[in-house]
Protein backbone atom coordinates (compact mmCIF):
# COMPACT_ATOMS: atom_id res chain seq x y z
CA UNK A 1 0.00 0.00 0.00
CA UNK A 2 1.33 3.35 -0.85
CA UNK A 3 2.04 6.10 1.52
CA UNK A 4 -0.24 8.90 1.14
CA UNK A 5 1.59 12.02 -0.51
CA UNK A 6 1.01 15.45 0.35
CA UNK A 7 -0.75 17.70 -1.89
CA UNK A 8 1.33 19.83 -4.95
CA UNK A 9 0.91 21.32 -7.88
CA UNK A 10 4.08 20.18 -9.45
CA UNK A 11 7.31 20.02 -7.30
CA UNK A 12 5.58 22.66 -5.14
CA UNK A 13 3.75 21.77 -1.76
CA UNK A 14 0.64 23.60 -1.16
CA UNK A 15 -0.54 24.61 2.34
CA UNK A 16 -2.65 26.32 4.11
CA UNK A 17 -2.29 29.83 6.02
CA UNK A 18 -1.29 29.37 9.95
CA UNK A 19 -2.78 30.35 12.86
CA UNK A 20 -0.44 32.85 13.56
CA UNK A 21 -0.69 34.27 9.68
CA UNK A 22 -4.53 34.57 10.12
CA UNK A 23 -4.14 36.42 13.11
CA UNK A 24 -2.05 39.10 11.69
CA UNK A 25 -4.24 39.68 8.98
CA UNK A 26 -7.05 40.19 11.31
CA UNK A 27 -5.27 42.35 13.38
CA UNK A 28 -4.27 44.54 10.28
CA UNK A 29 -7.70 44.71 9.09
CA UNK A 30 -8.92 45.47 12.89
CA UNK A 31 -6.58 48.71 12.65
CA UNK A 32 -7.30 49.69 9.56
CA UNK A 33 -11.48 49.33 10.24
CA UNK A 34 -10.35 51.98 13.07
CA UNK A 35 -8.64 54.46 11.18
CA UNK A 36 -11.36 54.37 8.62
CA UNK A 37 -14.60 54.33 10.77
CA UNK A 38 -14.02 57.73 11.97
CA UNK A 39 -14.01 58.73 8.50
CA UNK A 40 -16.30 57.72 7.12
CA UNK A 41 -19.05 59.05 10.20
CA UNK A 42 -17.42 62.32 9.82
CA UNK A 43 -18.41 61.71 6.03
CA UNK A 44 -21.85 60.32 6.97
CA UNK A 45 -22.30 63.58 9.09
CA UNK A 46 -21.08 65.54 6.17
CA UNK A 47 -23.38 64.28 4.19
CA UNK A 48 -26.42 64.55 5.95
CA UNK A 49 -26.02 68.19 6.34
CA UNK A 50 -25.57 68.50 2.48
CA UNK A 51 -28.69 66.75 2.61
CA UNK A 52 -30.53 68.96 4.80
CA UNK A 53 -29.29 72.28 3.24
CA UNK A 54 -30.98 70.98 -0.29
CA UNK A 55 -34.62 70.05 1.49
CA UNK A 56 -33.94 73.80 2.77
CA UNK A 57 -33.71 74.81 -0.70
CA UNK A 58 -36.28 73.05 -1.86
CA UNK A 59 -38.42 74.32 1.09
CA UNK A 60 -37.21 78.02 0.10
CA UNK A 61 -38.21 77.27 -3.91
CA UNK A 62 -41.87 76.26 -2.47
CA UNK A 63 -42.18 79.75 -0.35
CA UNK A 64 -41.36 81.49 -4.02
CA UNK A 65 -43.99 79.05 -5.15
CA UNK A 66 -47.01 80.12 -2.70
CA UNK A 67 -45.40 83.64 -3.03
CA UNK A 68 -46.62 83.74 -6.52
CA UNK A 69 -49.81 82.10 -5.84
CA UNK A 70 -51.11 84.32 -3.27
CA UNK A 71 -49.97 88.06 -3.98
CA UNK A 72 -46.76 87.77 -2.65
CA UNK A 73 -47.43 87.13 0.37
CA UNK A 74 -45.64 84.42 2.70
CA UNK A 75 -47.08 81.85 5.43
CA UNK A 76 -47.08 83.20 8.88
CA UNK A 77 -45.44 81.14 11.39
CA UNK A 78 -48.97 79.58 12.96
CA UNK A 79 -52.34 80.84 12.38
CA UNK A 80 -55.07 79.94 14.70
CA UNK A 81 -58.25 80.92 13.24
CA UNK A 82 -62.44 80.35 13.04
CA UNK A 83 -64.21 78.55 10.73
CA UNK A 84 -65.29 80.79 7.75
CA UNK A 85 -64.02 83.79 9.90
CA UNK A 86 -67.22 83.46 11.81
CA UNK A 87 -66.13 84.88 15.73
CA UNK A 88 -68.45 82.75 16.95
CA UNK A 89 -66.98 79.45 14.76
CA UNK A 90 -64.92 76.50 15.20
CA UNK A 91 -61.60 76.94 16.24
CA UNK A 92 -58.99 75.97 13.25
CA UNK A 93 -55.31 76.30 12.96
CA UNK A 94 -52.68 75.91 10.47
CA UNK A 95 -48.63 76.27 10.54
CA UNK A 96 -46.62 77.08 7.97
CA UNK A 97 -46.11 74.07 6.81
CA UNK A 98 -49.17 73.26 5.90
CA UNK A 99 -49.23 76.41 3.59
CA UNK A 100 -46.43 75.11 1.34
CA UNK A 101 -46.99 71.54 1.88
CA UNK A 102 -48.63 70.98 -1.23
CA UNK A 103 -45.65 72.40 -3.40
CA UNK A 104 -43.96 69.63 -1.44
CA UNK A 105 -46.21 67.03 -1.23
CA UNK A 106 -46.96 66.07 -5.41
CA UNK A 107 -49.72 68.68 -5.07
CA UNK A 108 -52.16 67.13 -2.85
CA UNK A 109 -52.97 69.54 -0.26
CA UNK A 110 -51.81 69.12 3.56
CA UNK A 111 -54.04 70.35 6.24
CA UNK A 112 -55.81 72.62 3.78
CA UNK A 113 -58.86 72.94 6.24
CA UNK A 114 -57.12 73.39 9.67
CA UNK A 115 -58.45 70.23 11.10
CA UNK A 116 -55.29 68.71 11.33
CA UNK A 117 -56.92 64.99 10.26
CA UNK A 118 -55.56 63.33 7.36
CA UNK A 119 -58.60 62.35 5.17
CA UNK A 120 -58.93 61.25 1.13
CA UNK A 121 -58.85 65.24 0.05
CA UNK A 122 -55.73 66.15 2.55
CA UNK A 123 -52.59 64.39 4.19
CA UNK A 124 -51.22 66.24 7.65
CA UNK A 125 -47.73 67.08 8.49
CA UNK A 126 -47.87 63.72 10.38
CA UNK A 127 -49.55 60.99 7.78
CA UNK A 128 -46.65 62.27 4.84
CA UNK A 129 -43.69 61.65 7.63
CA UNK A 130 -42.72 58.03 5.80
CA UNK A 131 -43.60 59.12 2.29
CA UNK A 132 -40.59 61.14 1.52
CA UNK A 133 -41.46 64.48 1.13
CA UNK A 134 -38.96 67.44 1.98
CA UNK A 135 -40.61 68.64 4.53
CA UNK A 136 -38.90 65.66 6.68
CA UNK A 137 -35.54 66.19 4.94
CA UNK A 138 -33.39 66.28 7.72
CA UNK A 139 -32.70 62.62 8.33
CA UNK A 140 -30.38 63.35 11.58
CA UNK A 141 -33.16 65.36 13.94
CA UNK A 142 -33.63 63.42 17.25
CA UNK A 143 -35.97 64.61 18.38
CA UNK A 144 -34.67 65.10 22.15
CA UNK A 145 -34.36 68.30 23.77
CA UNK A 146 -33.08 69.87 27.08
CA UNK A 147 -36.38 70.47 29.32
CA UNK A 148 -36.94 72.49 32.14
CA UNK A 149 -35.06 71.64 35.72
CA UNK A 150 -32.41 69.57 33.64
CA UNK A 151 -34.81 67.17 32.33
CA UNK A 152 -34.37 65.33 29.08
CA UNK A 153 -38.00 64.87 26.80
CA UNK A 154 -38.81 64.05 23.47
CA UNK A 155 -40.54 65.27 20.61
CA UNK A 156 -42.02 62.25 18.66
CA UNK A 157 -43.09 62.70 15.25
CA UNK A 158 -46.72 61.36 15.97
CA UNK A 159 -47.48 63.57 18.94
CA UNK A 160 -45.31 66.78 17.92
CA UNK A 161 -46.98 67.41 14.60
CA UNK A 162 -43.55 69.07 13.65
CA UNK A 163 -40.78 68.37 11.26
CA UNK A 164 -37.63 69.69 13.09
CA UNK A 165 -38.21 73.25 11.43
CA UNK A 166 -39.32 76.84 12.31
CA UNK A 167 -40.46 79.68 10.65
CA UNK A 168 -39.09 82.51 11.95
CA UNK A 169 -42.05 84.83 13.22
CA UNK A 170 -39.43 88.32 13.61
CA UNK A 171 -39.96 89.65 9.76
CA UNK A 172 -39.41 93.11 11.15
CA UNK A 173 -36.52 92.69 14.13
CA UNK A 174 -35.11 94.39 15.66
CA UNK A 175 -38.25 95.89 15.99
CA UNK A 176 -39.92 94.83 18.97
CA UNK A 177 -43.25 92.65 19.01
CA UNK A 178 -45.80 95.47 20.12
CA UNK A 179 -44.59 97.40 16.84
CA UNK A 180 -47.50 97.54 15.19
CA UNK A 181 -47.67 97.20 10.93
CA UNK A 182 -50.92 98.06 8.85
CA UNK A 183 -52.12 98.16 12.31
CA UNK A 184 -51.09 94.62 13.26
CA UNK A 185 -48.29 93.32 15.88
CA UNK A 186 -45.03 93.01 13.50
CA UNK A 187 -44.47 89.35 13.82
CA UNK A 188 -45.71 86.41 11.42
CA UNK A 189 -47.73 85.21 14.32
CA UNK A 190 -51.46 84.87 14.51
CA UNK A 191 -51.81 82.28 17.44
CA UNK A 192 -53.87 83.73 20.19
CA UNK A 193 -56.69 80.88 21.43
CA UNK A 194 -59.68 81.61 20.50
CA UNK A 195 -58.95 84.29 18.10
CA UNK A 196 -59.10 88.38 19.02
CA UNK A 197 -57.78 90.10 15.78
CA UNK A 198 -60.80 90.47 14.58
CA UNK A 199 -61.86 92.96 17.63
CA UNK A 200 -58.27 93.52 18.36
CA UNK A 201 -56.20 93.47 15.60
CA UNK A 202 -52.71 94.57 17.91
CA UNK A 203 -52.86 91.41 19.99
CA UNK A 204 -51.81 89.40 16.79
CA UNK A 205 -49.22 88.94 13.84
CA UNK A 206 -50.21 89.14 10.40
CA UNK A 207 -49.28 87.88 7.01
CA UNK A 208 -46.36 90.03 5.06
CA UNK A 209 -45.56 89.63 1.87
CA UNK A 210 -42.23 88.52 0.97
CA UNK A 211 -40.82 91.74 0.02
CA UNK A 212 -41.49 93.19 3.25
CA UNK A 213 -38.58 90.86 5.48
CA UNK A 214 -36.06 93.32 5.34
CA UNK A 215 -32.77 92.66 4.76
CA UNK A 216 -33.51 89.35 3.27
CA UNK A 217 -29.72 88.07 2.47
CA UNK A 218 -29.02 88.27 6.61
CA UNK A 219 -32.91 87.52 8.09
CA UNK A 220 -33.81 83.94 9.09
CA UNK A 221 -36.57 82.21 7.49
CA UNK A 222 -36.41 78.72 8.21
CA UNK A 223 -34.11 76.83 10.11
CA UNK A 224 -33.32 73.75 12.38
CA UNK A 225 -35.62 74.18 15.55
CA UNK A 226 -36.56 71.40 18.61
CA UNK A 227 -39.96 73.07 18.69
CA UNK A 228 -42.94 73.75 16.68
CA UNK A 229 -43.02 77.81 17.55
CA UNK A 230 -39.99 79.87 17.10
CA UNK A 231 -39.24 80.30 20.65
CA UNK A 232 -35.96 82.15 21.41
CA UNK A 233 -35.77 84.39 24.41
CA UNK A 234 -34.55 88.08 24.25
CA UNK A 235 -31.00 87.58 25.73
CA UNK A 236 -28.49 84.88 25.29
CA UNK A 237 -29.03 82.58 28.68
CA UNK A 238 -26.23 83.17 30.87
CA UNK A 239 -24.32 80.96 31.22
CA UNK A 240 -24.84 79.51 27.62
CA UNK A 241 -26.77 76.24 27.87
CA UNK A 242 -24.96 73.34 26.60
CA UNK A 243 -28.12 71.59 24.98
CA UNK A 244 -31.07 73.29 23.50
CA UNK A 245 -33.91 74.27 25.87
CA UNK A 246 -37.62 73.25 25.37
CA UNK A 247 -38.96 75.91 26.96
CA UNK A 248 -36.91 78.80 26.59
CA UNK A 249 -34.24 78.54 23.89
CA UNK A 250 -35.15 76.15 20.85
CA UNK A 251 -32.68 76.58 18.59
CA UNK A 252 -31.11 73.19 17.15
CA UNK A 253 -27.38 74.00 17.53
CA UNK A 254 -26.16 70.43 18.13
CA UNK A 255 -27.71 68.62 14.86
CA UNK A 256 -24.89 69.15 12.63
CA UNK A 257 -22.02 69.68 14.82
CA UNK A 258 -19.09 67.85 16.03
CA UNK A 259 -20.60 67.01 18.87
CA UNK A 260 -23.75 65.53 19.87
CA UNK A 261 -24.29 67.99 22.09
CA UNK A 262 -22.70 71.01 23.82
CA UNK A 263 -21.38 72.14 20.50
CA UNK A 264 -19.84 75.34 20.90
CA UNK A 265 -21.98 79.05 20.79
CA UNK A 266 -19.34 79.52 17.54
CA UNK A 267 -19.42 76.40 15.73
CA UNK A 268 -21.31 75.66 12.34
CA UNK A 269 -23.55 73.39 13.80
CA UNK A 270 -27.47 74.24 12.55
CA UNK A 271 -28.78 74.64 8.95
CA UNK A 272 -31.13 78.14 7.86
CA UNK A 273 -32.93 79.18 5.05
CA UNK A 274 -32.52 83.01 4.91
CA UNK A 275 -35.43 85.43 3.66
CA UNK A 276 -33.87 85.59 0.47
CA UNK A 277 -33.73 81.60 -0.16
CA UNK A 278 -30.49 80.92 0.34
CA UNK A 279 -29.41 78.13 2.59
CA UNK A 280 -25.99 77.98 4.77
CA UNK A 281 -24.59 76.54 8.06
CA UNK A 282 -24.32 78.59 11.08
CA UNK A 283 -23.41 78.26 14.21
CA UNK A 284 -25.96 79.33 17.15
CA UNK A 285 -24.94 82.95 17.25
CA UNK A 286 -24.92 83.64 13.80
CA UNK A 287 -28.63 81.93 13.99
CA UNK A 288 -29.79 84.05 16.66
CA UNK A 289 -28.24 87.36 15.15
CA UNK A 290 -30.54 86.28 12.05
CA UNK A 291 -33.85 85.81 14.14
CA UNK A 292 -33.70 88.42 16.10
CA UNK A 293 -31.05 90.76 14.87
CA UNK A 294 -29.64 91.61 17.92
Not at 204 to 229: E, V
Not at 243 to 260: C, E, M, Q, V, Y
Request: net charge positive.
Amino acid sequence: MRNALPAHSGNRLIRGFTLVELLVVIGIIAVLISVLLPALSSARKQADKVKCLAALKEIGNAYGQYAVDNKGYWPVTRHVYRKNDDPAGVVLEKRWHDFIGKYLNGGRPVNADGTNVANAEQDTIVSIKDKGTLLWGCPVWNRVYYGVAGSFATVTIDSGLFPGYTQNIYCFAPKASTTLVNGHRAWALIQNSPPTYYTDPKTDGWYYRASQWKQAGQRALIFDNIHPNCSITGTFPDPFPELPNGSAFTLDFNRHGKKKFGNAANSPSMNMLYADLHADTVSCREAYRAILFK
